[in-house]
């Protein structure tokens, strides 16, 4: 591994009323996410090769892999984000850095120069967009609840709602029905952690049945016929 800040991301899938319980359970000893007391709506627009190869290599389970997306939140154009997501064996990374709306115009019209920019992540993506002809591959949206705890850096997130805009990479309409990709009662449970898992939250999150499953909801939504 290099030098970035990797932490550990464990995913299950659990039933909603596993969830309501669960969220009870933790409540008492996290803290909700400051950014969206009642949960926040995600949208991102994944990057991929002409050759699909971000979504082969987490099919085939590729050790070492990155992916690129934008983000933004509930629907706010003032807020969007440039991210590079990197996967490490059983730890992940991010680089992210905000840009703007006409920033995004520009990526997605291919007006930008790479001698015009000058943070590092935006030139590495547009040198990756010229050379390895990264292009729009997939919308996933989906709505997340999230918990916080300061040890060890712990973030609990419940994603569901989980759609796939593969037919549609325009990230401001919000007119298309997307796909549906997994059951209506499931939802996906991801822990992430820097170093350790405090005891406490360990011992909560046994108590309800789950399914521990490498879900990507980029390959999920990719997937879609």
């Known amino acids: 591994m290099n030098n ?12 909603k009323s596993s969830a ?5 359970r933790l409540l008492s000893i996290m803290d909700v996410d400051a ?10 627009l994944y990057y991929d090769t002409p050759l699909s190869d971000a979504y082969y290599e987490k099919i ?11 983000r933004m939140y509930n629907g706010d154009d003032k807020f969007i984000r440039l991210e590079k997501k990197i996967k490490d064996n059983d730890m992940t990374a991010k ?3 905000t840009i703007s709306k006409k920033e995004l115009e520009n990526i997605l019209n291919d ?7 000058e943070d590092n992540l935006l030139k590495e993506f547009l040198i990756e967009i010229k050379t390895k002809h990264l292009m729009p591959s ?13 040890i060890s850096d712990v973030r609990v997130t419940f994603d569901y709602n989980i759609k796939s805009g593969k037919y549609d990479y325009n990230l401001f309409n919000y007119n298309n029905d997307y796909f549906e990709v997994i059951d209506d009662n499931m939802i996906v449970l991801e822990v992430k952690f820097n170093d350790m898992l405090p005891d406490t939250i360990r011992g909560v999150l046994t108590t309800i049945p789950s399914i521990r499953n490498a879900f990507s909801k980029f390959a999920i939504c990719r997937s879609v016929k």
Do not use: C, M, W
């Open 95 to 97: 680089e992210q850095i």
């Open 111 to 117: 007006k930008f120069s790479i001698y015009d920019v």
């Open 60 to 70: 085939d389970g590729v050790e070492y892999r990155t992916k690129y997306r934008i």
């Open 20 to 24: 309501t319980i669960l969220k009870e």
């Open 35 to 44: 950014n969206g007391k009642e949960g926040y709506f995600i949208r991102s």
């Open 4 to 15: 970035k800040k990797y932490r550990h991301e464990i995913k299950f899938l659990i039933n």
């Open 138 to 150: 997939v919308i996933v949206d989906y709505d997340r609840f999230a918990l916080t705890y300061p």
